[in-house]
């Protein structure tokens, strides 16, 4: 009820902000963009069959993929410093593809054991594609559906239980590297786990599924599905919930905050310390009657 | 500062002050007393404090005038901030639901800015004040040794013996020894009377040697409590998972554990669990069977200062603990390969019940967590 | 001096007389304090104190900053205690914070969320007593610093220097107890570390452990018995160690810069009444506002994203706060496997080290620092005269050394948070830090000594030749030169108004009658020591030394300014009207 509540307030209140005309044009711009798309006639016959997907999935794969995991997807067995530059990909399944692709992560700019997030290369169809020709290489997990992963089917009060238990999840097993704020920690030999802010809960979902990189899996024989989606679900709650004490400076922990109360506390009051023992101005006048 | 102890009276004392421009005390004078410093002005001789030079506001009126209302308005603002502050309070909710400022907290950002503000402005008002407007002529002290004059400290010493000699405590070492023998003996009722701070059957600490896991028992999920079917393990998977008398049940009939009780056997028997290839695995001596296809379970609580770990690298196999960076190679008897711990995480030996899910075959055989002065010898009782 | 300065004194300066202030000026105030000094008699102390003279610098009110914010602490904590419950008590939050909604945890946890969401102004006041907290004790080392750096810890003030490392450590011991309290997991995890650290103990460790948890870790005896050590114990102690750390500050008087009119002998600067408890009094409100707007607009220690402790949870960036940082990083830079089994008992080296051996050493080095210095130098007289660094590089050199060592350790302990901020890799850094613990102070003392040589040596340039003016000019054989021109006669003081140092000989360790010393072995160390301190020192320049070059000078600026009377060089600047180090005259 209460988090309902809340958000459905600070709409309100927004509504009425700076911001708000600009908003109200971009999804007129967006609303009228959609509607054409959606009734132009080159829309008609785009609905592309299983076996056509898997067959442009697979020149793309050729095109782009191919060097390092092979032609058929196979993997090339080059191992450096204890990573495998280029694994299979039989049985890694579509979730993995429009994870790896759809966060930019894949194709990597060079091999190796961290790929970080960049610019998505392929537009979804393309990745829609990919994904579809690498699970036909082997079974695996599939893309996951808006409503695996949101809680928008439940009651208020189910709602509520799912985000507390689903942060008990998160605090459980993936505090340890990603952080408390889901701000990212420092893994070994220059690894990172990342931050997941602003991370769709499509590709949370995807990840904890296929287990990316150096990331161990959270299969459904380990989190169910609910849980994930009860994780999710958290991570989205503290994406929304106001910074009650301030900024946050950025959810780091004691170190960040020990920086802070060096440089703005004792460098503040330094300052105030030099102004107050420092010479006032002096006249070339004299005091006539002391 | 009121019982400050009067410094000795001696010829400096109470010398009026001094002020700027008037002679400065010279190093030269010859009568100085041996403790203090002999810093000689050479090979420049002193010149004196300089002139006193005047403020704009002790010279001009108008200056002055100015510098007072601006004192005034400070103060007035900070009024304002008082004011304002307690607007703040009574005006943004928090609790159910918080009223924002830009995503933050409206109740929080607010008071503390007016109360900050009333606070920095009575600060700055102050001093802005003292430095204009009160007389800033300096002062001039005499400084005195911090020792006593030396009559004094003989009259004290003086004092001390005749204290001591009357009470006799030279002549009589039976007593004295005696009585210091008494305060000493005073230290035992001291010591024992903490002993009570971990009563009798607590402070068994041979209880460290054991945690809750017993041959058969069941691993579950940590959180939510569901035993886990070794089948629905994948490669890869990480599950950070608890012994189930943790999450007792009517179906599992674990007893109901309560408080402290609960909460310690959670801190001893908290294990991760990791699927990785079966070839991968190098089993130690005696482990080869401490496996289930790949499934390989450690204590979760590091052999350093005891953080729980769990950062999985699954490629690798190591396993990273966030405070102190000791790192353990999974795959080979989670021997340390970087940082400070100096044992390996002990490994819980599993097994699969007929209903296959994933349970211990025994304990832990060694103590889990930070070393102690008596771990070696649990270790030894264990494999015994 | 000018008859325009002396100004009538008895209307100020009465006080600070033999009599009393009150007895000649019945007033509202007088008449006030009449009343008390027959009841308590105060008129003999206050009549030295109300007057006493402090001087002013921006550095000595480093000490202040720590004094204040620990008043603060002591506001704000008296509030937090209105709502906070240290037990470890198991209860299930239903207080207005939704994420942690249903969700069990200890009665402390439960209080602390309470007083951060259901208390207006709680939150403020938790932030600001935490901010408090890590300023208090960044201010009681910089103020450190400042005392050492300027030899303020030499003869008569070494126990009040070993009173303030006192409350150093009191202070540090402050805050962990403190931020333990909440019971969150960051904490927790803090906590259970320390029973690693109590357990590395060797023989009674154990014990240890099981005494201060009631039992076994975690029980449920911990968080009571850290808040009665938080809010009685300790600030007891520091209460009666501030009020003592004051007196002989009182007692002592303030030490000062050197300058003209300012001696060993004296004290000049701002009586207490009205400037100096103006200035103190409006830093305090200073102090408080910045407190108040940091804890307003900075989060600290979100607890409500740490959730309850959980002794199977942990969050990546477990660090202890800054004060505890350093040495967290000795622990993190400790290499494998530095344990032994010793007739059958384990001895942790690799915890023993960073945590039980090198604090508790360095705090006695520390506390100790001005008695060896004391030492080496035979030094028995009193000092109120401050030095500059530069005049005292051996030990300017030390202190930097100490910090390099603990900088390093400090930035060992925020390896994680340095390695994802600055894409390094935490193995690297932890190799790197292995090895710059040891190499980083030697370097440190090494550049530090040799700079501050080079500016002795830059002093005695400008007391002997001048500044620098950056006026070029061109002799009428074509030759360019910089015209250096004699700085002011108060700054030439100044820069004079130090002892030269004196390093001790090998045969000076006689008595009166001309017996060598009984313990000469340990004076030999001495001299060796004394020679180490001093030796490389730049001392002032002689009386003739500094005539001869102010000769040379006044033929040079002669022959350059192509007058034919004797020039001070002056001409070319307006020196002669005011002192370089003054500040700029506006006319009004």
Known sequence: MRLLNRTAGRLSRHRRGPLAGLVVLLMGLLLSGSLYAAFSPAQADTQPSETEQVAKGKELFLASCSFCHGKNGEGIPTVREGYQVGPSLVGVGAAAVDFQVGTGRMPMVRPSQQAPRKPVVFSQEEIDALAAYVASLGPGPAIPDESDYSIEGLSEEEREEAISRGGQIFLTNCTACHNFNGAGGAMPRGGYAPDLHDVDGRYIYEALLTGPQQMPNFSNGNLTPEEKRDVIAYLYSIRETPEYAGFSLGGLGPVSEGLYAWIVGIGGLVVAAVWIASHTTRSKKTKVNA | MTNQTPPPDNADDGTPAEYAGSTAATTSSAAIDPHVSTHRAEPIPDPGLPEHTWRPTDVDPRAEKRAERQVAAMFGAAMLCSVLFVVAYFTFDIGDNWDTVAGLGASTVTLGLTLGMALLLIGIGIIHWARKLMSDHELVEMRHPAASPPEDREATVAALNAGLDESGIGRRPLIRNTMIGAVGFLGLPAVVALRDLAPGDVLDIDRLAHTIWEPGMRLVRDVVGTPILASEMEMGDLINAAPEALFPSEENGYPELHGVEEQVEKAKGAIIIVRMNPDDITPAEGREKWTVDGIICYSKICTHVGCPISLYERTTHHVLCPCHQSTFDLADSAKVVFGPAARPLPQLPLAVDEEGYLVAQSDFTEPIGASYWEREKHEQQLQD | ?588
């Open chain 3, 1 to 588: 001096m000018s008859s325009s300065s002396r100004i009538d004194t008895s209307k100020v300066a009465t006080t600070n007389g033999t009599t009393a202030a009150t007895a000649s000026k019945p007033g509202r105030a007088g008449s006030l304090a009449s009343w008390a000094d027959e009841r308590l008699g105060l008129g003999t102390a206050m009549k030295k104190n109300l007057r006493k003279v402090f001087p002013d610098h921006w550095s000595f009110m480093l000490g202040e900053i720590a004094l204040w914010s620990f008043v603060v602490l002591l506001l704000t904590g008296v509030f937090l205690t209105l709502w906070f419950n240290p037990s470890m008590g198991h209860v299930t939050y239903e207080g207005s914070y939704d994420q942690l909604r249903g969700i069990g945890m200890s009665e402390s946890m439960a209080s602390t969320l309470h007083i951060s969401f259901d208390v207006r102004g709680g939150l403020l006041m938790r932030q600001m007593h935490h901010w408090a907290a890590m300023i208090f004790i960044a201010s009681m080392m910089v103020h450190l610093l400042r005392v050492y750096f300027t030899g303020a810890h030499r003869k008569p003030r070494e126990l009040n220097w070993v009173i303030g490392c006192l409350l150093l450590l009191l202070g540090t011991l402050e805050g962990f107890t403190g931020y333990s309290l909440p019971d969150d997991l960051l904490s927790g995890t803090g906590v259970r570390a320390a029973d690693g650290f109590l357990k590395a103990t060797p023989v009674v460790g154990t014990y240890m452990s099981f005494m201060l948890f009631g039992g076994e870790f975690p029980g449920e005896a911990v968080i009571p018995r850290l808040y009665i050590i938080h809010v009685l114990l300790i600030p007891g102690i520091l209460l009666a160690l501030i009020a003592a750390h004051m007196l002989l500050l009182v007692y002592h008087k303030h030490t000062q810069w050197p300058g003209p009119g300012r001696t060993e002998q004296n004290v000049v600067g701002f009586p207490m009444l009205p400037v100096y408890a103006a200035k103190a009094g409006g830093f305090f409100f200073m102090v408080f506002g910045v407190i108040a707007i940091m804890g307003g607009l900075l989060t600290i220690n979100p607890v409500w994203k740490f959730g309850p402790y959980d002794p199977t949870k942990v969050t990546a960036g477990s660090q202890p706060d800054w004060y505890m940082g350093w040495p967290d990083g000795l622990l993190r830079i400790i290499p494998s496997n530095w344990e032994t089994v010793l007739f059958g008992y384990t001895i942790s080296w690799n915890v023993m080290i960073p945590i039980l051996i090198v604090p508790p050493l360095m705090l006695v080095l520390l506390m100790l620092l001005p008695f060896i210095e004391g030492w080496i130098t035979g030094d028995k007289r009193e000092h109120h005269l401050l030095q500059r660094p530069r005049n005292a590089p051996t030990r300017t050199a030390v202190m930097v050394a100490l910090m390099t060592f603990y900088g390093l350790a400090w930035a060992a302990g925020g390896n994680d948070i340095i390695a994802i901020k600055l894409d390094l890799s935490i193995n690297q850094i932890t190799y790197f830090m292995r090895v710059a613990i040891f190499l980083g102070p030697v370097l440190a003392f090494w550049i530090t000594r040799r700079w501050c040589i080079s500016l002795q040596r830059h002093d005695n340039e400008k007391l002997l030749h001048g500044y620098e003016t950056g006026i070029i000019t061109r002799s009428p054989d074509g030759q360019y030169s910089e015209r250096h021109l004699p700085i002011s006669g108060t700054a030439a003081y100044t820069l004079t108004a130090r002892d030269r140092d004196e390093v001790l000989s090998v045969d000076g360790g006689r008595d009166a009658a001309g017996v060598p010393a009984p313990n000469s072995r340990s004076e030999k160390v001495r001299a060796k020591l004394s020679s180490w301190m001093f030796s490389h020192n730049v001392q002032k320049p002689t009386a003739g030394e500094l005539e001869e070059a102010h000769h040379h000078a006044q033929h040079e600026a002669e022959l350059q300014s192509g007058l034919d009377q004797p020039v001070d060089g002056h001409q070319f600047d307006d020196h002669r009207q005011r002192d370089a180090d003054q500040v700029p005259l506006r006319d009004h």
